[in-house]
T-cell receptor, first 113, second 114 residues
Framework: AQSVTQPDIHITVSEGASLELRCNYSYGATPYLFWYVQSPGQGLQLLLK??????LVQGIKGFEAEFKRSQSSFNLRKPSVHWSDAAEYFCAVGNTGGFKTIFGAGTRLFVKA | DTGVSQDPRHKITKRGQNVTFRCDPISEHNRLYWYRQTLGQGPEFLTY????????KSRLLSDRFSAERPKGSFSTLEIQRTEQGDSAMYLCASRNPKEGAEQYFGPGTRLTVT
């Protein structure tokens, strides 16, 4: 069955520090992978996506993610976190054609001054 | 393009009442999705439309839930005889397959059943 695991329920980083959010997926074929961000009371905004090709993908707001097939991982990174990055981050996997999307439980990011 | 819109943004209702939510997708997006998100969880798929056809429904969608997209544009999600367990954020998303597999989400409707 398709599933997404985000091992960290919450993470706290200092402003200006680097960030890595972990994501592991279970999928029977080549997945479509996404990272979304959700601010309190808001909908989800797409940060980046991976379908094929270069395994390091760049997204908005300075985020990047690396697809590692051997590890079934799609970790999100940012070299320097800003206070405005505090939010909930969701990793997601879609099946072929993007029929529906399976989300992880999310990682809440706290940024301290 | 104003994005996906949902109405209302918040709804408080008493147990046993019926509620209806509306979603207006991005124009020319023929795929429309409904998800439910409870506190501390990621969104869970409920149902999916391609134009006016409802192509899949999750087991989460009990008989009290019904969704429609009569003209292939906006969609409604109705919950009959609401229960406290229905309290959640209901998210709508739309997609244009010609533009890729990503879905664009609306702000959600937060339902509180008292």
């Amino acid at each position: 069955a398709q599933s997404v695991t985000q091992p960290d329920i919450h993470i706290t980083v200092s402003e200006g520090a680097s960030l890595e959010l972990r994501c592991n997926y279970s999928y029977g074929a080549t997945p479509y992978l996404f990272w979304y961000v959700q601010s309190p009371g808001q909908g989800l905004q797409l940060l980046l996506k991976y379908f094929s090709g270069d395994t390091l993908v760049q997204g908005i707001k300075g985020f990047e993610a690396e697809f590692k097939r051997s590890q079934s991982s799609f970790n999100l990174r940012k070299p320097s976190v800003h206070w405005s990055d505090a939010a909930e981050y969701f990793c997601a996997v879609g099946n072929t054609g993007g029929f529906k999307t399976i989300f992880g439980a999310g990682t809440r990011l706290f940024v301290k001054a | 393009d104003t994005g996906v819109s949902q109405d209302p943004r918040h709804k408080i209702t008493k147990r046993g009442q019926n509620v209806t939510f509306r979603c207006d997708p991005i124009s020319e997006h023929n795929r429309l999705y409904w998800y439910r998100q409870t506190l501390g969880q990621g969104p869970e798929f409920l149902t999916y439309f391609q134009n006016e056809a409802q192509l899949e429904k999750s087991r989460l969608l009990s008989d009290r839930f019904s969704a429609e997209r009569p003209k292939g544009s906006f969609s409604t999600l109705e919950i009959q005889r609401t229960e406290q367990g229905d309290s959640a954020m209901y998210l709508c998303a739309s997609r244009n397959p010609k533009e890729g597999a990503e879905q664009y989400f609306g702000p959600g409707t937060r339902l509180t059943v008292t």
